[in-house]
């Protein structure tokens, strides 16, 4: 996702964001470990993704 349109959202939209991309990490990560994933690159973009929603979050003053 891109970060204007992660701007365009409001704190608790980012923050459900937060926790669905932290849900699908999880999961990723499980299918890997067991051998089934097939795309590892969207392991690195998802990171990406969480920690750029971060920022904007913390930009914003958001202390979580």
């Known amino acids: 996702m891109k970060a204007s349109e992660l ?3 409001g704190d ?3 923050r459900q964001k937060i926790d669905e991309m ?3 990490l999880f999961h990723l990560k499980v299918q ?3 051998g089934q994933l097939k795309n590892t690159a969207r392991l690195s ?3 990406k993704d969480i920690a ?3 920022t ?7 202390k979580k």
């Open 32 to 34: 890997r470990s067991t």
């Open 22 to 24: 932290a849900k699908e």
């Open 12 to 14: 608790e939209e980012l």
């Open 56 to 62: 904007i979050l913390k930009s914003r003053g958001d």
């Open 45 to 47: 973009l998802l990171r």
């Open 52 to 54: 750029r929603t971060k």
């Open 7 to 9: 701007r365009e959202l």
